[in-house]
Nanobody
Framework: QVQLVESGGGLVQAGGSLRLSCAAS????????MGWFRQRPGKEREFIAT????????GYADSVKGRFTISRDNAKNAVYLQMNSLKPEDTAVYYC?????????????????WGQGTQVTVSS
C-alpha cells in the first residue's frame, strides 16, 4: 500500500510563492516517476508537472511553465513543487501522484496512487 501526504498549501497573494511537499511511503519510491496535478472548482483534474524516477527529466503544463519547478529527493521519499509568480487562476486543490512508469508522463491514467490533496488559494 502506498501513502502520499501533501503539505505546504495555503493562502497567498498574487505574485507570491509557495512550496508544496509530498511525502511517500510504502513503495520503492525511486523506481517511479512522480507528478503533480490540480483540480480547480468545477473543472477536471489537470496535469501540472512530472519528474522521472531519477529526477533528470521533467515536464510541465504550458500554464505553469517558467513559474513552477518540480523536484524530488529519493533519499527522503519526497517530491516538491516550487510555485512562483502565483496567479488567482492557480487556485485549486493540488495532488501528488505516483506513476506506473519510470519516465515522466502526463495523463492521470498513468498514475496509480494519489494523495489526498492540499488547497492552494491565490488572492488578487
Amino acid at each position: 500500500q502506498v501513502q502520499l501526504v501533501e503539505s505546504g498549501g495555503g493562502l497567498v497573494q498574487a505574485g507570491g510563492s509557495l512550496r508544496l511537499s509530498c511525502a511517500a511511503s510504502g513503495r520503492t519510491f525511486s523506481l517511479y516517476a512522480m507528478g503533480w496535478f490540480r483540480q480547480r472548482p468545477g473543472k477536471e483534474r489537470e496535469f501540472i508537472a512530472t519528474i522521472s524516477r531519477s529526477g533528470t527529466s521533467t515536464g510541465y503544463a504550458d500554464s505553469v511553465k517558467g513559474r513552477f519547478t518540480i523536484s524530488r529527493d529519493n533519499a527522503k521519499n519526497a517530491v516538491y513543487l516550487q510555485m512562483n509568480s502565483l496567479k488567482p487562476e492557480d487556485t485549486a486543490v493540488y495532488y501528488c501522484a505516483v506513476s506506473r512508469y519510470s519516465g515522466p508522463v502526463t495523463s492521470p491514467s498513468d498514475y496509480n496512487y494519489w494523495g489526498q490533496g492540499t488547497q492552494v488559494t491565490v488572492s488578487s
